[in-house]
Structures are given as C-alpha cells and as structure tokens.
C-alpha cells in the first residue's frame, strides 16, 4: 500500500510541475479565472443604478418639481436633461441615450391640488425588455410613495392596509450576493474541468503517453494520479474566490466551513471524473478544450446559475438532475446566505457523490481501453 502511494503521488508531483512549468497553462488556470471573476463580479448585476432619464415638464409647478425631484434623488434613477418639446423626448428613447422619458402634464399641479387625477406618461426603451420592467417598477414604487405623501397633505384617508415586507437572507435584496457564489461554482467547475480534461490528452500529444505504459505504475494508479492535481488545483482555487467573495466583494459567510468544503469535495470528485472521461476520448488538447467547453455550457444554463430550475420545462429540470453545478450552487448559496450546515446538504452530497463515483469508473474503464 505504501508502494502504491508512492507512485500515485510522484505522478501527482509530475503533473502538477507539468502544470506549472508550461507558462500557457499558468496563464490559462490562474489568471482568466481571477480577472473573469473581479469582472463579473462587478459587472454581473440584476440591479439597476442611475438609469439615465428625460423629463418634459409642461408644468412647472410646485408639485411638478417635487414629483421630478424623487425621481433625480433615487439611487435607481439619473436626470439625463430636461427637454423642451415631444420630439426631443421620443428622440432621447430613438438615440438610446436614455432608458425612460417622462411627459408631465401642463395641470398636472393644478389637478392634485383640486383632488383630480391626473397622469403622467412614462415611455421606456423596451429593446432590452428585463431592464424595462425594472425600471418600471422603480419607477412605479416611487409614484406609490409620492401619492401617499399627496394623500396626508391633503388630509386624505391613508390606506387601510399597508404592506410591510421583509427579504429574509438578503435584507437589502443586492443581486450581487446572489451572483457572486454562482460565479465561484463556475469558475471552480473550470478550472478543475480543464486541469483534468487535457491530462491525458497532453500525454498523448506530447508523446510521453507510451512512457507511461512501460513504468510500474497500474492504470488505477495512472487514473489516480491525474485525478489528484485536479483536486488539488481546484480546491486551491475555489478557496481563493471564496476568499474574495467574502473579504472583497463582502458577501456575508453565515454557514458552515465543514459544510461547504465537503460539498467542494463531493462537486470537485464529480468534475473530476467528468474531465478524465472527456480526457479518455481525446486524442489532442484541442479536443480536450472542446470537449470540456461542449459540456461546461448546457452545465451552466442548466444549473439555475441565472433562470430558476423551477421555471424550466419538466423535462428539462429532470435532465438539470445530471448536472453537478446544480447541486453546488445551491450549496455555496446556502452556506453564504442561509447559514446552512452539512444535515441540510445531504440532499445534494449524495447526488454529487453518485455522479462523481460513476464517472470515476466509467473514466477509468474508458482508460483502461485506451491502455490495451
């Protein structure tokens, strides 16, 4: 046994330096990861923050300003300019150099004040019909508070019924705490994925593959030892973007370490096994690359990383069952948010363990016909 482990870890050692001494696979695990990262980060975001605005106010009244006013002091909204006719306002939405116009009535101070209705027209640019909506809603939620400040300036009866509601795990609702963990499930299915699934494709390529059949070594011990750096590299990686995740971008950690570590155990041995059966079938890196890249994604469309699996049609959510992504990032999501331990991850450990031990052996048989 000790013999055994001897040999798996020099073959280890020898990958991992083969890693490391060639400077493009450096450049390939190390770097476009943690720029990736750092770029999605801030970039990926479901928040809107000053959407650029234009206002045509035939008003110019007192409450016309106050009305335009909320809008100019909400995060969610910047005052691109003021115009002066309908054509300057239909021109800012034709140009896209605003997202919303807003068309305010010549009465519209002189209705409220008399308790009339009055309306004000808002046109949003719906080329990009998700960032539409929530700029409606934005907008909506600041006309609600005005009409209630109407409301108890006038005198007027509030609502009976006031809605007070409350994010539970994300009070503030910043989709940045939600993105962030998805994109460390990513970026670790990567760069375990592509640190496996060129393994032996390299031998091959390089023509160190035959040398490989004359040592003593056993093709468990072959497959075992590919295996490892891939364990290796990826924990080490997907510790570094938990790290940022928490001290960088400030995405709070609630739960477990031991949780999520044997979650990143049980997801690394599943990409793993997928990346050495993809490295099994190919012949060049470059088929490796594709191979890798061909699984990663439906993997990551399918995980629930952006569209909720829940939405999905039925048949497609039992085909995200296959999919090892889905479990992890609900792990990483509920250690960083919901303060989940390991009894709530069982449901997604052992998935993850199936997956990961039956692409271990079918790697291994498909090795295993590579050899002889």
């Known amino acids: 046994m000790r013999l055994v482990l001897q040999r798996v870890f020099a073959l280890t050692v020898k990958e991992l330096l083969a890693l490391l001494r060639d400077a493009a696979s450096r450049a390939v695990l190390i770097g476009p990861p943690i720029i990736q990262f750092l770029v999605f980060g801030y970039a990926a975001t479901f928040d809107l923050k000053h959407v650029p605005f234009v206002v045509y106010n035939q008003d110019q009244g007192r409450l016309s300003r106050d009305f335009i006013a909320r809008f100019e002091g909400s995060p969610s ?4 300019r003021v115009v002066h006719n309908q054509n300057d306002l239909g021109q800012a939405i034709d140009d896209e150099s605003a997202l ?9 101070t002189s209705d409220l004040e008399r308790g009339r209705t ?11 019909s998700n960032t539409a909506a929530l700029a409606m809603g934005y907008a909506q939620s600041i006309v609600t508070t005005f009409n209630k400040a109407q409301i108890a300036a006038h005198g007027g009866i509030p609502p009976s019924t006031v809605l007070l509601d409350r ?11 939600f ?19 060129l393994s032996v494709a390299r ?3 390089m023509g160190t593959f035959d040398q490989l059949l004359v040592t003593p070594l056993r093709p468990t011990e072959i497959l075992l030892g590919k295996a490892l750096p891939g364990f290796i590299v990826g924990t080490a990686e997907g510790s570094f973007i938990i790290l940022v995740s928490i001290f960088w971008f400030h995405v709070p950690f609630t739960g477990s370490v031991l949780g999520l570590y044997l979650g990143l155990f049980c997801f690394l041995l599943a990409t793993v096994g997928i990346g050495l059966m993809i490295s099994s079938l190919a012949v060049t890196q470059q088929q490796g690359l594709l191979g890798v890249f061909l699984f990663m994604v439906p993997a990551i469309v399918l995980s629930g990383f952006a569209t909720p699996i829940a939405n999905m049609p039925q048949i497609v959510q039992y085909i995200t069952l296959l999919d090892p992504l889905r479990y992890f990032l609900i792990i990483l999501r509920g250690s960083f948010l919901e303060g ?14 199936v997956i990961g031990i039956i692409s271990m052996i079918v790697a291994g048989r498909l090795f295993r016909r590579r050899l002889f």
Request: charged share 15%; with cysteine; glycine share 10%.
């Open 118 to 128: 009055t309306h004000v027209q808002l046109i949003l640019d719906g080329r990009d």
């Open 203 to 205: 031998e091959r390529e």
């Open 167 to 177: 994010a539970w795990f994300n009070p503030n609702l910043e989709s940045r705490w």
């Open 340 to 353: 989940a331990g390991v009894s709530l991850f069982w449901p997604q450990y052992w998935p993850l363990a």
């Open 179 to 197: 993105i962030v963990p998805g994109i460390c499930g990513i970026l670790t299915l990567l760069v375990s994925m592509l640190t496996t699934g």
């Open 100 to 108: 919303m116009a807003m068309d305010i009535g010549q009465n519209f």
């Open 77 to 80: 909204f910047g005052l691109l």
